[in-house]
């Protein structure tokens, strides 16, 4: 099969009326969209994803009006985070209506709902006139795709269509945020921060997985956002090395100190905020967190096709954007 190319929101939607795959593009990253409704059409994402069969997924609507048509009720805090930010990149987990299908959301009785402010995703989401589930639209694993030749790479022939956006606008998924419990959690961290929702439900907190508990949130469980690349973290030691350094820290120092020394010219590439006195393969530095956060997938593609075996990313500051940022960085250096 094909996959169909195109850059009309309507020719696109017309695929997901007919029980087909699209990938779109949203303010987040790439989506990979079905029907909720069509539990055939869901099935097919999981299979072009190779996507764990726990991992739901998250609907997306054109409208709000169309939220009732997922969800059982809406909570409390569920209607103030609407009425405070949607359209916008967070995802509400909320009681599901009925008729969802369990395809949908792995399962679960629940169901997470986001409508992006993205306006060629909103263009396409309404004329697909449902809502439309869609996880991120790469390969199950892979870093998430925030342009449509990453969605081309990880998918060609495997899905129907490409809506062919620019690069994505923020390059991390979506805040997510389960307003099932007492008080608001979330699952996970995005551009919509922790301080941002507190603003509007002081008892937002973030979810932490407990020991020998299951974690709420399926995809918490699974690789994540990775290259092909070994990607290591590295703060401010990894700036000043030299022959004559010690080193003092928490982890095994073969993993960085060694490996910086001896592999940067050759094989190593860097992203983070500050310019690195050491010579890398690869080297981009960013002007900001929220640019950091724009290119750091991109850059893990880039790093693969250029066969860079190890990715130093230096860390930020866990407020805002830095906190998703970080929690992106730590799951793909596990
Ligand atoms: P992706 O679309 O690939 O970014 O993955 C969607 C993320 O949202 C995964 O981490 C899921 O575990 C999470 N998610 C989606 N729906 C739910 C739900 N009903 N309950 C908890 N987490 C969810
Ligand atoms: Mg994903």
Same mark, same amino acid.
């Given at each position: 099969?094909?996959?169909? $190319? ?16 699209? !990938? ?52 409390? !805090?569920?209607?103030?985070?609407? !009425? ?19 395809? &949908? ?15 060629? !995703? ?30 081309? +790479? ?40 922790? +301080? ?6 002081? &008892? ?86 929220? +640019? ?32 998703? $940022? ?9």
């Amino acid at each position: 099969m094909d996959t169909f $190319l195109t850059k009309n929101p309507a020719a696109a939607a017309e695929f997901v009326k007919r029980g087909g795959v699209v !990938a779109f593009p949203t303010e987040t990253v790439y989506g990979l969209g079905a029907n909720v409704f069509d539990a055939a059409a869901v099935a097919k994402i999981f299979e072009a994803k190779r996507r764990p069969a726990d991992n739901p997924l998250i609907a997306h609507v054109g409208s709000l009006d169309q939220i009732g048509r997922l969800a059982r009720e809406i909570p409390p !805090a569920a209607e103030k985070f609407i !009425a405070a930010f949607f359209p916008a990149p967070l995802t509400l987990v909320l009681p599901k209506a009925e008729k969802v299908p369990l395809a &949908a959301t792995a399962g679960l009785a629940t169901i997470g709902v986001r409508m992006p402010r993205h306006p060629l !995703a909103q263009e396409f989401l309404r004329a697909c006139e449902t809502p439309v589930v869609a996880p991120s639209a790469n390969l199950s694993g892979r870093p998430s795709p925030t342009a449509w030749e990453a969605v081309f +790479e990880d998918l060609n022939g495997r899905i129907d269509c490409i809506l062919q956006g620019a690069a994505t606008e923020i390059g991390l998924e979506s805040t997510v945020v389960d307003c099932t419990t007492d008080a608001p959690l979330v699952l996970r961290a995005g551009a919509v921060s922790l +301080e941002q929702l507190r603003e509007i439900v002081p &008892a937002t907190r973030n979810y932490r997985v407990r020991p020998g508990e299951v974690a709420r949130s399926p995809g918490l469980r699974h690789r994540h956002y990775s290259p092909r690349a070994k990607v290591i973290l590295i703060s401010d030691f990894g700036f000043r090395i030299s022959d004559s350094s010690g080193f003092i820290g928490l982890r095994e120092p073969e993993n960085l100190i060694s490996d910086f020394g001896f592999r940067i010219s050759d094989s190593s590439g860097f992203i983070g905020l500050r310019e690195p006195e050491q010579k890398f393969a690869l080297t981009r530095v960013c002007g900001s967190v929220a +640019e950091y956060a724009h290119e750091v997938f991109a850059f893990f593609r880039e790093c693969d096709h250029r066969g860079i075996a190890t990715i130093y990313c230096e860390t930020v500051d866990e407020s805002g954007l830095g906190a998703a $940022l970080m929690d992106r960085l730590r799951r793909a250096a596990e």
